[in-house]
C-alpha cells in the first residue's frame, strides 16, 4: 500500500460478517483505491448461535454482507460455515487447511485477521489458524500479518491478557465515510450508544486512532509479522 506501484494481493480471514468492516473496512477501500485485489473470507455464518436463529437470520445476514462488500469495493469473497461462536468445537487442523486452500489459490502479500486476546472464541481461534496457515516457509506469499481490533471484543478482553497494541496505522481520512457506510448495512450488529459497538464509538475510535497520529481518522493494527525481502 505504500508503493502505488506495486499492486498487491490482499486477504481479509473475518470470523463473522461485520468483522471486516469494523476492522479493516477503510484499510480495505484504501487498497481497491490502489488498485490492489482483495479477497475476504467469512469463517461462520455469525448468526447460528443465536437463540431461535433462522434461515431468515442467516439470509438477512448475507445480504447485509453483500452490500457492505459492494460499498466497500470487494468482488472476491468466500463463506466457510464453520458453527458460529462455536469454532473451539471443529479441529483448528480443518479451520487451518481451509485458510491454506485460500492462501494457494490467492497468494496474498498481506493478510489482516483478528487480535489473539479477543473476547470473541471465533476471534481467537481464527487469529490462530491464521498464523499456523501463514507460516513462513519458503515460498510462503504472506509476507505481512496485522491484527485488526474489534469494538465489544478486543477491549472486553480479560486483563489478564497482552492488550492489542496500535502499532500499525492507516490513514483513512478519505475512506471514512465508506467504512460508515458499510457499518450501516449491518444495522442488525450495532447497537445504541453507550454501547463500544455503536456508530458513535466506532467513529470515536476511528478519530482517536487518527488523531493520536496526525489524521482525521485511522484504523490501527497490530504486527504480527513482517518480512522485508
Ligand atoms: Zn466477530
Same mark, same amino acid.
Given at each position: ?42 469463517? !461462520?455464518?455469525?448468526? #447460528?448461535?443465536? %437463540?431461535? +436463529?433462522?434461515? *431468515? ?5 448475507? &445480504? ?89 471484543? !478486543?477491549?472486553?478482553? #480479560?486483563?489478564? %491478557?497482552? +492488550?492489542?497494541? *496500535? ?5 483513512? &481520512? ?56
Amino acid at each position: 500500500m505504500t508503493n502505488n506501484s506495486i499492486k498487491q494481493n490482499v486477504l481479509v480471514v473475518a470470523a463473522h460478517a461485520d468483522d471486516e468492516a469494523l476492522g479493516c473496512g477503510g484499510t480495505i477501500t484504501k487498497h481497491i483505491a490502489n488498485g490492489d485485489t482483495v479477497t475476504v473470507i467469512f469463517m !461462520t455464518n455469525g448468526v #447460528s448461535s443465536r %437463540l431461535n +436463529s433462522s434461515t *431468515a437470520d442467516e439470509n438477512n445476514r448475507q &445480504s447485509a454482507m453483500k452490500q457492505a462488500l459492494e460499498t466497500l469495493g470487494v468482488c472476491n469473497y468466500r463463506c466457510f460455515d464453520f458453527p458460529d461462536n462455536q469454532m473451539d468445537t471443529v479441529p483448528l487442523l480443518s479451520i487451518v487447511k481451509s485458510i491454506e486452500n485460500v492462501i494457494t489459490e490467492f497468494q496474498p502479500s498481506i493478510v489482516y485477521s483478528h487480535f489473539a486476546h479477543d473476547l470473541n472464541i471465533d476471534h481467537r481461534i481464527t487469529h490462530q489458524a491464521v498464523l499456523t496457515a501463514c507460516r513462513p516457509i519458503k515460498g510462503c506469499s504472506v509476507k505481512k500479518i496485522l491484527s485488526f481490533e474489534i469494538l465489544s471484543s !478486543t477491549e472486553w478482553q #480479560s486483563p489478564t %491478557l497482552p +492488550s492489542f497494541q *496500535a502499532q500499525y496505522i492507516v490513514d483513512i &481520512s478519505q475512506y471514512w465515510h465508506k467504512k460508515e457506510q458499510a457499518l450501516l448495512c449491518y444495522q442488525e450488529e450495532l447497537r445504541d450508544f453507550p454501547h463500544s459497538r455503536s456508530l458513535a464509538c466506532i467513529e470515536a475510535l476511528a478519530t482517536l486512532r487518527g488523531a493520536s497520529h496526525g489524521f482525521a481518522k485511522a484504523e490501527a493494527f497490530q504486527v504480527e509479522r513482517i518480512i522485508v525481502i
